[in-house]
Nanobody, 125 residues
Framework: VQLQASGGGLVQAGGSLRLSCAAS????????MGWFRQAPGKEREFVTA????????YYTDSVKGRFTISRDNAKNTVYLQMNSLKPEDTAVYYC???????????????????WGQGTQVTVSS
């Protein structure tokens, strides 16, 4: 599976962005998909994930109610809608695919087998 993230940019606080992650490979629909982010000087952290069916989603507390993950298996694409952005959301955002993540491990970096190249999101105050 190859992943290509896009949609990042510069936005003012309170604004919105939608990230996309296009995946190649016929088995995309069987993978859990996640978004992680890494701010300068910090470790990469979990943001959100969605199970293969799209029926279950998971969020880190700091983005609940503001971010929404979704997927379109027919288009091999996962989306991250980010609303009410804050300066602390500034980071490089990475999409990732996991072959066998379960509920207890879906937030872990080590669960993900494939990573996209990252897209920069900058939120100005």
């Amino acid at each position: 599976v190859q992943l290509q993230a896009s949609g990042g940019g510069l936005v003012q606080a309170g604004g919105s962005l939608r990230l996309s992650c296009a995946a190649s490979g016929r088995t995309f629909s069987s993978y859990a998909m996640g978004w992680f982010r890494q701010a300068p000087g910090k470790e990469r952290e979990f943001v959100t994930a969605i199970r293969w069916s799209g029926g279950s989603t998971y969020y880190t507390d700091s983005v609940k109610g503001r971010f929404t993950i979704s997927r379109d298996n027919a288009k091999n694409t996962v989306y991250l809608q980010m609303n009410s952005l804050k300066p602390e959301d500034t980071a490089v955002y990475y999409c990732a695919a996991a072959r066998a993540a379960i509920v207890s491990t879906i937030r872990l970096l080590s669960s993900y087998n494939y990573w996209g190249q990252g897209t920069q999101v900058t939120v100005s105050s």
